[in-house]
């Protein structure tokens, strides 16, 4: 794997395996991921150091939209943990992007806290099984304002890949039923060091019920179970509610990533 210096970066490139292509340069790194080439995350530049003046971002803004030049969209990112964006903020704002900041949470394990009656946990494995989850994920897309082809598209895309990871033994992926009826699912892909939670969805009519941290709790022992020395990082958007959540579960915050994203006109 290439040395990065942010946990966040570093179980990124752990996620996509060898879905992704790594390109590594002085100043950055340039990632495509060729089966999914309308995949933000998946098809971004990976800056080494920041931008210590307008000026700097200027350039920074130019190479990496050379580096995707067929991309409708441009996405940065800086290999650098709790950067200060003062200095060049400005800069992206007036090119048309958007800057965020993620939360990387880590720990050994989550707290247990046990499942609620009436809810089953078991690996996702069988075709209706992942076409549920492919529902569950593309529903919670539709309701947070993604344009529904593009939505669908990117969800078929990434569980094609995700069942891919599962079935090889890199990762796998759970879910909770009630009766017949998937009402949470979250993905793990993992190794002997580092171990990564993905895309936690529940179902808006199960929300508030306590059921995200009881199911964090029962994917995070099968976590322990299989690499019981590994470091188990989660990745949030800072200062949002289920950040919040995987600190009260246990989970420390370690770091936080800069990003910086142009969305289409």
Request: aromatic share 10%; with cysteine; proline share 5%.
């Amino acid at each position: 794997m290439t040395d990065l210096e942010t946990l966040e970066l570093a179980t990124d490139l752990l996620v996509m395996g060898d879905q992704s292509e790594l390109t590594c340069h002085a100043d950055r790194f340039v990632q495509n991921t060729p089966a999914q080439p309308d995949f933000w995350f998946g098809n971004r530049t990976i800056f080494k150091s920041l931008p210590k003046n307008a000026a700097e971002a200027e350039t920074q803004i130019a190479i990496a939209q050379g580096d995707h030049p067929e991309a409708y969209f441009s996405v940065i990112f800086w290999d650098v943990p709790d950067a200060d964006t003062r200095p060049f903020a400005a800069a992206f704002e007036t090119a048309g992007y958007e800057i965020e900041t993620g939360i990387t949470l880590a720990g050994d394990r989550a707290a247990r806290p046990g499942l609620p009656d009436g809810i089953a946990f078991r690996q996702i494995i069988s075709d209706a099984d992942w076409e549920a989850v492919i529902a569950l994920q593309l529903e919670g897309m539709l309701r947070d304002g993604f344009e529904p082809n593009t939505a669908q598209s990117y969800i078929e895309k990434s569980f094609l890949r995700r069942r891919q990871v599962s079935e090889a033994g890199r990762g796998v992926w759970y879910g909770l039923f009630e009766g017949q009826l998937l009402v949470a699912d979250m993905g793990l892909v993992w190794s002997p060091a580092l171990v990564r939670y993905q895309s936690v969805e529940t179902r808006a009519s199960h929300r508030r019920r306590g059921l995200c941290a009881a199911f964090l709790g029962e994917v995070s022992a099968c976590a322990v179970a299989r690499y019981p020395d590994a470091r188990q990082v989660i990745v949030a958007e800072d200062g949002t509610t289920a950040a919040r959540l995987y600190q009260r579960a246990g989970f420390v915050p370690v770091e936080r990533v800069v990003s910086a994203s142009r969305t289409p006109k």
